[in-house]
């Protein structure tokens, strides 16, 4: 892999993780200001080696061995490594199941954003979708229905991988949900949980957050080294977020739609290619790029019309 391509890769990585993880960001930092400072640094410090490490470096190497496990924990790892071409064909061979999975997941998560959560506005149309929430249910069935029938033809392996993967969205929608009513308990005070409690909570919360990142990060590369390093960055500009202002990151209020349009055209991506559709490489962080940056832009001349507000 050429090095321009490991750049764009590790940049789009990034940029993804970033972008997806401004709810956790919020999230942390409206339950940290409910904890003592000597809290509040331990899990900035420690919390970062278990959301970078922990999390993002082991679930996917996790992934790719379940997808693999011939190759063994150990020879999942260093296949991101290797030129042997064997092993590259044990990868190739596999990767549509992954592949189909991780994409259905993104799709029925962009779904689920477009029907049934709030947010602002940002393209015509996405009112009237949220009006129609009823039909989430109806529009994801027939989805999986159409992927699980298309894909029985070429392998019943990548239909159940399809399966898998509507799954896993709604195993962490439910946690999810939870947390945030949770959260919404801290806030008002009806929920005592002491500091460690709500440390082991963040982490929770975490990692069940990174979930869409690192599915999202197959559609960029296999290349597990890539994934841990784009995602690390990302990781770290989350946390940076954190302890940041985030009051100001709250004011981009189109952040969350570039996430969310990201990540669908990341799912579209993952499908067509479990498929067997060639897409180049560089399509991934390029569309990611050109999205995020047009709800950036979008956000900040919004930002500007509206005077930012002080704390006291």
Known sequence: MELGSVLLIILGLSLFEIIISVDNAIINAEVLSTMSRAARRWFLIWGIFIA??????????????????????????????????????????????LLVGGGTFLIFLFFHWLFLEPKNYGLNGERFMHRQGVWFFAVISVILAMIVWFAISVNPLMAFGAVVGSTAFFITHGFKENAEQAEKQMMEGSAKMSDMSKILYLEVIDATFSIDG??????????????????????????????????????????????????????LIMLFHSFGYDIPEWFSPVVTFTTVGYFFRKSYEEAKKTPATTAS
């Open 214 to 267: 690192i599915l999202g990060a197959f559609a960029f590369t296999f290349a597990i080294p890539l994934i841990l390093i784009g995602n690390g960055i990302g990781a770290l500009v989350v946390r940076q977020l954190t302890i940041s202002n985030v009051e100001r990151i709250k004011r981009y209020k189109y952040l969350k739609n570039g996430a969310m349009y990201s990540i669908f055209a990341l799912g």
């Open 52 to 97: 970078v490490f922990l999390v993002r470096g082991m679930l996917p190497l996790l992934i790719l061995w379940a997808n693999n496990p011939a190759l063994g924990p150990a020879g999942a790892f260093l296949a991101s490594f290797s030129a042997d071409p064997h092993v590259a064909e044990v990868i190739e061979q596999s990767a549509p199941i």
